[in-house]
């Protein structure tokens, strides 16, 4: 056995990885939508709002993307059991661990290095997700986990113990470098402080002068103001600080003795020296960050007549919470189970960009009108007079390109016939790892991976004369990939790499593939050998 030894989460078919396509996005400027008034100068029209599988449009982001997303919260189905309208929660244990780890493991990469993740989940997989958290995102990256009370009522109908809460597990892309925001502190916190002695600093509260041993600073007597010898701390404890230093605070009037100048000594602590906020903590109440209840409403208010309703939104506040911890104005936030479009309508409110994903119709149905709604100004619900949300900003609104390849009727892998020559080079330099960037004065420069290495595409054949006139162009310092259909001749030029499509790509990934989302149908159906169980943890 090696040395080096890890516990990692093992399951069936873990090793199974797609070989995912990256599509391009294609905008669809019917849904797009900005508001006509602009109301700050943090208006943000650059939202996007994706509708295709999550996978596959995570995957399509990655190239412009990593390192860029600041906060990363999801809301995965749960593998209850139960069926949902938008999803099929009932997946085998290991193939929902599989399809969460796919998508993890992409989200991982486009995460500031200043950023975190927060993620959903209740106890039917929330401590196997958080053994797969700490491989994908590193044990030593773990921040926290959330406990939301998530109703405020027991379930009369529970054969165990009535569950009213939900986890959000928290990991930071690296701890060393994430800073998390203070939250702001609250009138029943600042109401324990009061000012019995009138003192000009303002308001106090009394703190404890004494510690256990080894945080101590001394053991010496001390006189009371009446004259009271208190000839120490009380057993077991030591004074938090030196005596020269009591004296010194004393004499400052931060000491307090009680109204009768005779009590035990506690130290003034006031309300002008206290930090500007209070440290986020891991239990959340539905007193302060919302309900299910509330969350319905919330989601429902925008459902027409006949519409589907969300049965298991999330509330505006529970966002709002994880954003006033994990953002600032401005930062990128993203959400590739949008659901609703909650975190898309609390982070416009906020001031944050956003980017979602979400599968199906609804995300046209619902989450469109709801952001429109944001935008204009005319959503009065949620968080909106917290942070006195006034409208503006605007989303635009992309679906995912079509498979590059599709077979023709003789079953060969051809370039898809939707593809246009802007969307085939589009598509070709993401898959290569180039940007796209056509150069409207020379036409071969339709992308570049640095200042000297471009990409060209064409449908057309070309010849030899044809390549021998590209390469003078291109000239001796510069670099160019070609790919086209055919060409002739050997083509024998320095600077000129040329390959045939789509036989270049057709190992590259899984083409003609459209849909990785959580529904049975889509799944592959791993066999389960005898007597071997779903997910383990092991020792390595």
Known sequence: ???????????????????????????????????????????????????????????ALEAEYTGKIKCVFIDPPYNTGSAFTHYDDGIEHSLWLSL???????????????????????????????????EIFGRRN??????????????????????????????????????????????????????PDNDPRGPWSPDNLTARNFYGAGQYSIITP?????????????????????????????????????????????LSDVMSGTVPQTIWLQTEVGNTQEAKKEANAFVLDGQE???????????????????????LVLDSFAGSGTTGAVAQKMGRRWIMV?????????????????????????????????????????????????KDRWDNWVINKAYNPEMLAEALCKLEGFTYAPNPEVYWQQGFSNETDFLYVTTSTLTHAQLEQLSEEVGPDRTLLVLCPAFKGTAPFDNLTVRKIPKHVLSRCEWGHDDYSLRVENLPQAPVPANTQPSQLTLF
Request: charged share 35%; aromatic share 8%.
């Open 226 to 270: 009446k004259g009271r010898l208190i000839s120490g701390p009380p057993k077991g404890t030591f004074w938090r600080v030196s005596e020269d230093k009591f004296k010194s605070l004393d004499k400052d009037n931060r000491i307090w003795w009680g109204e009768n100048r005779d009590n035990q000594p506690r130290l003034k602590r006031f």
């Open 309 to 331: 309703i969300f049965d298991t939104p999330k509330p505006e506040r529970l966002i709002k919470r994880v954003l006033e911890i994990a953002t600032n104005t401005g930062d």
């Open 100 to 134: 969460l780890r796919d998508r993890l493991e992409i989200l991982s990469r486009l995460m500031d290095e200043e950023g975190s993740i927060w993620i959903t989940v209740d106890d039917n997989e929330a401590h196997y997700l958080k053994v797969l958290c700490d």
């Open 142 to 195: 773990f921040a926290g986990n959330v406990i939301w009370e998530k109703i405020f009522s027991p379930k009369g109908t529970a054969r165990g113990l009535s569950a009213n809460h939900d986890h959000v597990l928290c990991y930071a892309k690296d701890f060393d470098k994430w800073k998390r925001n203070l939250l702001p502190r609250t009138e029943k916190m600042d109401s324990r402080y009061k000012n």
């Open 358 to 406: 979400e599968l199906g119709e609804h995300a046209k149905t619902h989450i469109v009108p709801r952001l429109q709604k944001v935008a204009d100004g005319e959503d009065q619900g949620g968080i909106t007079k917290a942070v006195e949300w006034k409208g503006g900003g605007g989303f635009r609104f992309y679906t995912l390109a079509p498979s590059l390849l599709e």
């Open 1 to 59: 056995m090696s040395k080096k030894q890890r516990l990692e989460l093992t399951w069936v078919g873990k090793e199974n990885r797609p070989k995912l396509e990256p599509r391009i996005l294609l905008e669809d400027s019917t849904l797009s939508y900005h508001a006509a008034h602009r109301v700050t100068d943090q208006d943000q029209f650059d939202n996007i709002l994706i509708q295709g599988d999550n996978l596959l449009a995570l995957k």
